[in-house]
């Protein structure tokens, strides 16, 4: 065999499994997720009691769109409905959300219908995400750039923002994930009002699957989670496929 022959080998031998990855890069993937919380704690705030939790869209290449729902067991638990456009190349992460929130009726029993499509004023929440994963840790900073947002006391547009700080680990054969999630500045949006820069939550999540029979394992996880900015605690149990 010929050096030019040769050559060539190794280069075919080199591009094909590059050239089968991007083959695979460039479909269109569905997106299926869905979590059975036994409480609905988002960043440290307690939203509701038992909950569904569906998340589906489309991924391509590094881009996807999704749809994030949750739907209390309780009437009184908050509806919510979010779309999001995100880029993710597993290190580097940017996305934009539309949150929308539906509370049929308030703490006190009263009826407040909301529509998703409300006229004179909205309850959409627009937000916007950027991190990076360091590997050993992992940081995400969100801030609200439009609607409904939360104030500050003198009225004002607070561009209420979280920052979390999250480290996966392995002990034991069970995935854990440390977290501490940081609220900024001061903001209605958060825990009531948060009037400073306030530790919101401090949690810890296990995760994993076990087995009932050869071919079945559950999905288990449960989550820890401490708001020392409201002195809360809550253990949350669940089911995620």
């Known amino acids: 065999m010929t050096q030019k022959m040769k050559a060539l080998m190794l280069a075919l031998l080199t591009l094909t499994p590059f050239s089968a990855t991007t083959r695979a ?28 939790q569906p ?12 749809a994030f729902g ?28 539309d949150y929308w929130v539906d509370r049929t009726v308030n703490e006190v029993g009263e009826s407040v219908p909301q529509k998703f499509f409300t006229r004179g004023h909205t309850n959409h929440v627009f937000g916007a995400q ?34 979390a700080v999250a480290s996966p680990f392995t002990a034991m054969g069970v995935d ?3 977290e501490v999630g940081m609220v900024p500045w001061a903001t ?20 994993k699957s076990v087995a009932v029979t050869e071919r079945f394992s ?11 900015c409201m002195e809360d605690v809550y253990l949350t149990v669940g089911l995620s496929f």
Do not use: H, M
């Open 176 to 178: 854990l994930t440390a």
């Open 55 to 66: 998340n589906v869209g489309l991924a391509y290449k590094n881009f996807s769109l999704s």
């Open 70 to 97: 949750s739907i209390g067991i309780d009437q009184k638990d908050t509806k919510e409905l979010n779309f999001t456009l995100g880029y993710d190349n597993e290190k580097f992460s940017f996305s934009v959300t």
């Open 188 to 207: 209605d949006y958060y825990n009531g009002y948060t009037k400073r820069f306030a530790v919101t939550e401090v949690s810890l999540l296990a995760e």
């Open 130 to 163: 950027i991190g990076y994963d360091f590997g050993v840790v992992a940081i995400d900073w969100y801030t609200n750039f439009a609607g409904a947002d939360g104030k500050t006391l003198s009225g004002k547009r607070a561009y209420s923002s979280y920052c």
């Open 25 to 52: 890069q460039d479909k269109v993937k569905p997106i299926t997720e869905l979590e059975l919380a036994s409480a609905y704690i988002w960043r440290g705030q307690n939203l509701g009691g038992i909950s569904i």
């Open 218 to 228: 559950l999905p288990l996880f449960t989550k820890l989670i401490v708001n020392p």
